[in-house]
């Protein structure tokens, strides 16, 4: 679900800042070459692969992916701001059918988006150590076999 919730913001990101300007998303995508879009595929990629000793590496590279990502939503913050400084204070759109975000809450998608990928590296960060750890009595309901060494 944090994938997709993941790719979802990037996705969102990507087309508020499309709206603002084509060199701010060409900036996004490419200061770190599709930085913020592969963490997605190589998330996928560690979800669904066999074995703890490969699911473990391709988690690693996961996690090097989404902190390689974070650049880009920095990137995608500085883009948006230098657009709502220069924009000045404009005039509410009066269209009937503009449901869009004002421009002063041009921060809400990298925000969700750092939130997001900061949650993503502690999770991951966790089941890496889950898959590292070749105790199988930590996983035991019986207490006393935690304790015996």
């Not at 990037?10 to 070459?33: C, E, G, H, K």
């Not at 230098?82 to 421009?103: A, C, L, R």
């Not at 990928?117 to 890496?128: C, G």
Request: glycine fraction near 6%; proline fraction near 5%.
């Amino acid at each position: 679900m944090l994938l997709l919730g993941d790719f979802s913001l990037v996705l969102l990101t990507l087309l508020q800042l499309y709206s603002i300007s084509m060199m701010d998303v060409f900036l996004v995508l490419f200061i770190l070459p599709f930085g913020i879009l592969l963490p997605f595929p190589v998330g996928i990629n560690a979800l669904f692969s066999h074995g703890p000793r490969r699911s473990a590496g391709l988690a690693r590279l996961y996690a090097l992916w989404n902190l390689t990502s974070v650049v880009n939503v920095v990137v995608a913050f500085l883009c948006g701001y230098v657009h709502y400084n220069s924009s000045g204070k404009k005039q509410p759109s009066t269209q009937p059918w503009s449901i869009g975000m004002d421009e002063n809450e041009w921060w809400i998608f990298p925000a969700g988006l750092v939130l997001c990928k900061l949650f993503q590296s502690q999770l991951i960060n966790w089941h890496v150590a889950n898959l590292e750890i070749q105790d199988r009595s930590l996983y035991s309901n019986d207490f006393e076999l935690f304790w015996q060494s």
